[in-house]
DNA sequence: TGTATTTTGTGAATTGTTTCACAATAGATC
DNA sequence: GATCTATTGTGAAACAATTCACAAAATACA
């Protein structure tokens, strides 16, 4: 688009923090900007793909293909990320066959698929109560890192990464602002 | 199921954080144990549906009936949780109206449906390029609270709550902490 | 080329959160 | 009922994150 320089408050604007709060981020991973002329957009865009790794593509696999796995597996902004959905995977396949979507293999499959792909970051959508026994497999066939949509604290060796994502919460959460920010209001009238 | 005290260390445990974290929180709160006799779980578990509005329920309603709204539409759990989703939206309604799903109305009946059930927080989970637009008329009707599921930082009054869920987001942070992880090992051979 | 202005980069100050450590005490045990 | 023990409750200490404030440097402009 041909924008050349970004300034740290027009980073920060957009990204809704403090402008003192991006250039100390910047400066804490090495990237220099020119007091007066700001950050140069290409070599920051640069600096920041190695930095998250954006500039290889990860293979990760879907687990569980209820309402949300199937969800996730149609998700399309995943690509542009350079998360790459190579398969997904459910106890009871053909349950799912129906549209042309990705193919739904059945569990037995895990191991020969994750190692055919290198994959070792899992998406777990599985019921509450398979999670941890599907989470052991998982484990076992050398998978490092879990995105975890199941409302389990799921128990792992130290060397494999859980991101726990509760929709519940999420919710609930600004349901519980949303109450707060109008009981604060009623005591001023 | 009989128990009828607990200890701040077996729900650390549970919550994967420390015994003082309970506590802490607990005390925040005025929740009050018995100094050797622990808490007693039925005053424990009243005080948090207290505290977190448990004891009520809320309407709200999905807005985008894509992939994503339509998997949160079917979601189980948010029932048990007080999360009641007393309508969808989309600006095709008739594309969506295949299975017997939850019923997804066209937005011009927004307003007449959340003024009706008194809905306050709003699911987004529309496509980028309509989320401020959509947001915008939500805020209009009145809606307090939004769940924001694409990828756009929501301009809204300061009276309006958004929590951002950037499902990209927590794949690439275990991807990349994964990967951290291997370099470090590898450090080490 | 010199001066004014804008923006970075970062120590220091502030604010917030988590952990520590231990007195107070309720309950268990004899 | 006296003593022992486990557990809470909470100030103080340690740690972490954010904001402030300003010197240093790069650009703009005369």
Redesign the interface.
């Given at each position: 688009m041909g924008v050349t320089r970004v300034y740290s408050y027009t980073l920060a604007g957009?990204?809704?923090v403090t402008p003192e709060q991006v250039r100390k981020d910047f400066s804490e991973y090495g990237i220099k900007g020119n007091r007066r002329g700001g950050y140069l957009t290409e070599s920051l865009i640069r600096a920041i793909e190695v930095i998250?790794?954006r500039d290889r593509k990860?293979n990760?696999v879907v687990v569980g293909m209820g309402?949300?796995g199937?969800?996730?597996s149609?998700?399309e902004?995943?690509a542009g990320?350079?998360?790459n959905i190579v398969a997904t995977f459910d106890i009871d396949p053909y349950k799912h066959k129906s549209r042309s979507d990705i193919h739904v293999y059945p569990m037995e499959r895990l191991e020969e698929i994750t190692e055919r792909f290198g994959v070792?970051?899992a998406?777990l959508a599985v019921p509450e109560i398979s999670a941890q026994e599907v989470c052991d497999e998982l484990v076992n066939l050398g998978i490092?890192?879990?995105?975890n949509f199941s409302?389990v604290?799921l128990k792992v060796p130290q060397?494999v990464?859980?991101?726990n994502?509760n929709?519940?919460d999420?919710?609930?959460?600004?349901?519980?602002?949303?109450?707060r920010?109008?009981e604060e209001?009623t005591l001023f009238l």
């Open positions: 957009k990204a809704g998250f790794s990860s990760v309402n949300l199937q969800a996730l149609r998700y902004r995943f990320r350079g998360i070792t970051v998406i490092r890192g879990i995105v409302p604290l060397y990464v859980v991101n994502v929709l519940s999420e919710i609930e959460s600004v349901i519980l602002s949303v109450r920010m109008k209001q």
